[in-house]
């Protein structure tokens, strides 16, 4: 439920790359690799210092940064080096590269069943892994094949849902392949993992000595690991990437990427494939989790055993046996991401109808129930926008369900009497809607339950949303490509709206803190000034007028700017104030300027011009 697009990530990215130069590097090194260069000496762009300082101001927004690896420093400790000796301590460590022990946490998996196993690397090192992604993720992205979704930039589990989704009623391909890799993280082989980066063009042999190190590390409590890419790493997602590419180019070249006379003509292509003895199939991939969509039951079986033989003798993995099958979705469900798929009649037609599947469902339920109870223990503000914040990450995960209002529907109803009994005692009749309220829930007319003041988000609330196919002309590292993702990102981003209410801000007050939330959705997502859209590591909320001065934390006297726009409105030094112009000076105009001054007339400072 948490691999979401994740909007409020990409135009940060981009704006991070732009802002240490080194977006040029990247296109050049994407360009390159789509004209099948091979790389000799990627080290010299490792350690360039933009690709240092551009690494340290990526991972210090991940939330993850704040966990300490086994020698107990995290992104606090990395904050207190200047950027010169940040910059030295890098290229130092990678002369003689020996990676730290990893320190071994064990999550629960979805649904209950066990336990995952995660290997968190020393702060230092993933600094330096990140340093290492931000090279090899532009070559690896002009090799990647176009259907797989996951841990790739702007990709989600929703493109994978709509690919399957689109491949089952407009090719009428019923016919599902489930595979189940046993442990995929964890059987990796090192030997085939480094042997796939060089036919991908990586041979740099100094930068694969270090991500063979890398590999290799301690775990703590463990030992040396002999195979795996421990999940919890930052390259760990690539490198299992790089793993399955050849599964998806093998599985491709059977019938999608066949090549023919008629490659620009598809339906003569398409007629050309037909009466040969190839497979018509199609792989959707989201990391180790994919189908193959087949048009008949003896393509799918052949398609099974195939791919069955290939993972075992080209990547020595084994499969699930168990958990593997051929289904046909004409007559049974095929669980895909926590949505379960089949094939139902609509007048005349057959399409997919999609609902929660069943162990999401549980969980689902299970996760209500727990906010529920933390009712009984605390009535505040804090645990009524946790409650909201979880439905309406729920609903925002699953509203791309065909069925999901009847879904949440019977899910509100199961849940319905233990939050009635569990808020009988401090519920009111009345309270006040937030403007997120509004926005998400305003049309609909539920019974009202409110607490602390505040309006509970209906349960039940939530339309099904039409889910969209993966543009191919989106690219982190064309021009193109980034003008289309910088057009997407506009409005309300739900992960940051969720973030603002799951985390308040400490020793402020309750009104402060929910009018947090209704000025982001009030200001549509942007800030003030510049028109930004605001990024959950670049956002603070300003009072116009000052609390010195009597200025409230009322709605009419807070509003969300940029974090460097923020320093400006308060800078009084001419160093100061030239420092900040300087670093926005791409996100600002005279317009801006005019309202910029508005609110530093306010807090008692001398208006600012440009030239």
């Known amino acids: 439920m948490t691999t979401g697009l994740k909007k409020f990530k990409k135009k940060k990215l981009l704006r991070n790359n732009e802002y240490y130069d080194f977006q040029e590097v990247q296109d050049n090194l994407y360009k390159k690799s789509k004209d099948d260069v091979k790389f000799k000496n990627l080290m010299e762009i490792v350690v360039d210092k933009r690709n240092i300082l551009l690494a340290y101001r990526n991972i210090k927004r991940n939330k993850g940064s704040i966990t300490p690896g086994t020698n107990f420093n995290n992104i606090l400790k990395l904050a207190e080096t200047e950027p010169r000796h940040l910059i030295g301590y890098v290229k130092e460590r990678l002369k003689d590269y020996k990676p730290e022990s990893v320190r071994r946490v064990e999550i629960p998996k979805d649904g209950g069943t066990g336990k995952r196993p995660l290997g968190i690397p020393c702060i230092e090192d993933r600094l330096i892994q990140q340093c290492i992604k931000q090279v090899l993720e532009p070559i690896c992205e002009a090799k990647f094949h176009n259907h797989s979704y996951g841990f790739r930039p702007n990709r989600s589990t929703h493109h994978a849902i709509s690919r399957m989704t689109t491949l089952a009623n407009k090719s009428h391909l019923h016919y599902v392949v489930d595979i189940d890799i046993k442990g995929f993280f964890d059987n990796v082989n090192h030997g085939k993992l480094l042997k796939q980066m060089w036919t991908l063009g990586i041979q740099d042999k100094r930068l694969l000595s270090i991500i063979s190190k890398m590999l290799k590390a301690e775990i703590q409590g463990i030992g040396v690991p002999q195979k795996g890419t421990p999940q919890g790493g930052i390259l760990s997602t690539l490198l299992s990437n790089i793993v399955l590419n050849e599964l998806d180019w093998w599985i491709s070249s059977q019938w999608e990427t066949f090549k023919t006379k008629h490659e620009y003509d598809r339906t003569s292509r398409y007629r050309a494939l037909r009466p040969t003895n190839l497979k018509e199939i199609y792989i959707v991939r989201y990391a180790d989790d994919f189908k193959l969509m087949c048009r008949n039951y003896e393509t799918a079986q052949k398609s099974y055993i195939a791919v069955k033989d290939w993972l075992k003798e080209r990547l020595d993995l084994d499969i699930s046996t168990e958990k593997s099958k051929v289904i046909n979705i004409r007559k049974n469900?095929?669980?895909?991401?926590?949505?379960?798929?089949?094939?139902?009649?609509?007048?005349?037609?057959?399409?997919?109808?999609?609902?929660?599947?069943?162990?999401?469902?549980?969980?689902?339920?299970?996760?209500?129930?727990?906010?529920?109870?933390?009712?009984?223990?605390?009535?505040?503000?804090?645990?009524?926008?946790?409650?909201?914040?979880?439905?309406?990450?729920?609903?925002?995960?699953?509203?791309?369900?065909?069925?999901?209002?009847?879904?949440?529907?019977?899910?509100?109803?199961?849940?319905?009497?233990?939050?009635?009994?569990?808020?009988?005692?401090?519920?009111?009749?009345?309270?006040?809607?937030?403007?997120?309220?509004?926005?998400?829930?305003?049309?609909?007319?539920?019974?009202?339950?409110?607490?602390?003041?505040?309006?509970?988000?209906?349960?039940?609330?939530?339309?099904?949303?039409?889910?969209?196919?993966?543009?191919?002309?989106?690219?982190?590292?064309?021009?193109?490509?980034?003008?289309?993702?910088?057009?997407?990102?506009?409005?309300?981003?739900?992960?940051?709206?969720?973030?603002?209410?799951?985390?308040?801000?400490?020793?402020?007050?309750?009104?402060?803190?929910?009018?947090?939330?209704?000025?982001?959705?009030?200001?549509?997502?942007?800030?003030?000034?510049?028109?930004?859209?605001?990024?959950?590591?670049?956002?603070?909320?300003?009072?116009?007028?000052?609390?010195?001065?009597?200025?409230?934390?009322?709605?009419?006297?807070?509003?969300?700017?940029?974090?460097?726009?923020?320093?400006?409105?308060?800078?009084?030094?001419?160093?100061?104030?030239?420092?900040?112009?300087?670093?926005?000076?791409?996100?600002?105009?005279?317009?801006?300027?005019?309202?910029?001054?508005?609110?530093?007339?306010?807090?008692?400072?001398?208006?600012?011009?440009?030239?």
């Not at 603002?500 to 009018?515: A, H, L, S, V």
């Not at 959705?521 to 590591?537: A, H, P, W």
């Not at 709605?555 to 923020?566: P, R």
């Open 333 to 611: 469900y095929s669980n895909f991401l926590g949505f379960k798929l089949k094939i139902m009649k609509k007048g005349k037609k057959k399409v997919i109808k999609s609902n929660i599947n069943d162990k999401a469902r549980k969980k689902i339920i299970k996760g209500i129930l727990e906010r529920i109870k933390a009712f009984k223990k605390n009535q505040n503000a804090q645990v009524v926008n946790r409650f909201n914040a979880a439905i309406l990450g729920m609903h925002n995960y699953y509203r791309y369900a065909t069925n999901v209002n009847i879904d949440f529907y019977k899910i509100a109803f199961l849940v319905s009497k233990n939050l009635y009994n569990s808020t009988k005692s401090i519920r009111g009749s009345t309270g006040k809607k937030s403007k997120a309220y509004m926005k998400f829930y305003g049309k609909y007319n539920f019974r009202m339950t409110y607490i602390a003041d505040i309006a509970l988000f209906p349960i039940a609330g939530v339309k099904t949303r039409n889910v969209m196919n993966f543009s191919q002309n989106i690219c982190n590292f064309t021009k193109e490509g980034r003008k289309i993702i910088h057009d997407k990102l506009k409005g309300i981003n739900y992960d940051i709206l969720k973030y603002i209410m799951e985390n308040p801000i400490q020793n402020e007050t309750t009104e402060y803190n929910d009018n947090r939330v209704s000025l982001y959705v009030g200001q549509n997502g942007k800030c003030s000034i510049t028109g930004e859209s605001l990024q959950i590591s670049d956002m603070e909320s300003h009072h116009k007028t000052p609390r010195k001065d009597g200025g409230t934390d009322e709605y009419k006297n807070l509003t969300f700017v940029v974090k460097d726009i923020h320093k400006l409105i308060h800078a009084v030094t001419k160093e100061t104030i030239e420092n900040y112009l300087n670093k926005v000076k791409k996100i600002i105009n005279e317009e801006n300027i005019i309202k910029l001054n508005k609110l530093r007339k306010l807090v008692g400072n001398c208006e600012l011009y440009i030239n």
